[in-house]
């Protein structure tokens, strides 16, 4: 390919290809009809005095006042050609879907499902809702959706008397 464009400079750059090996040169004008070393193949060329083919619209630069030193570059000119990969199937996918958690286990359209009630928590100005809220739950999940009732004791702290309670409670494991 040959071809010529403006450096920084202002003067002219020729561009050619090296005759042994196709590498793209450029080289100033004075240095035209000089012999070189081309840095590729090592052959010595003799760089041509004029382009003999009219560059083309897209190699032809002229040189701004704002331009800068990255975009003048011999890189920044450099063609790259990249490749985008083809598959024959879906791609495995970068964020599998959160697999369900221990305990968790689908049958069907319900899941197994745990319930925890303790028994501080039915408290009602000082009256013993427990037996009430367990009976209602029950209720609402069934009998044939109920896996299993299991007790529970715990400690707690008590902001009122600042003591350490102990207590006890029910998880309901339920498919839901």
């Known amino acids: 390919m040959w071809g010529s464009q403006f450096n920084q400079t202002g003067t002219m750059d020729i561009i050619f290809d090296c005759p042994n090996c196709a590498q793209e040169l450029a080289v100033d004008s004075s240095g035209a009809g000089t012999d070189i070393e081309c840095p590729s193949c090592g052959e010595t060329i003799t760089i041509p005095a004029n382009a003999t083919k009219p560059p083309d619209s897209k190699e032809l630069v002229l040189p701004s006042l704002s331009a800068s ?3 003048a570059s011999a890189a920044a000119k450099v063609e790259k050609h990249l490749k ?3 598959h024959s199937a879906p791609a495995e996918p970068l964020i599998g879907k959160a697999k369900p958690p221990l305990g968790a286990r ?3 359209d319900k899941q197994v499902r745990i319930r925890t009630i ?4 039915c408290m009602e100005s000082g ?3 427990f037996d009430d809220v367990v009976s209602k739950f029950l ?3 069934g009998e044939t959706d ?3 009732i299991h007790t529970v004791g715990y400690n707690y702290y008590d902001v009122a008397s600042q003591k350490t309670l102990t207590d006890y409670g029910l998880v309901i494991v339920y498919r839901g």
Do not use: C, F, M, Q
Not at 118 to 121: E, G, T, V
């Open 106 to 108: 689908v049958t069907g």
């Open 69 to 71: 030193p990255i975009t």
């Open 127 to 129: 009256h013993d809702n």
């Open 139 to 141: 209720k609402e999940v």
């Open 118 to 121: 303790r028994r501080a928590s």
């Open 146 to 148: 109920l896996i299993g």
């Open 84 to 86: 985008v990969p083809v």
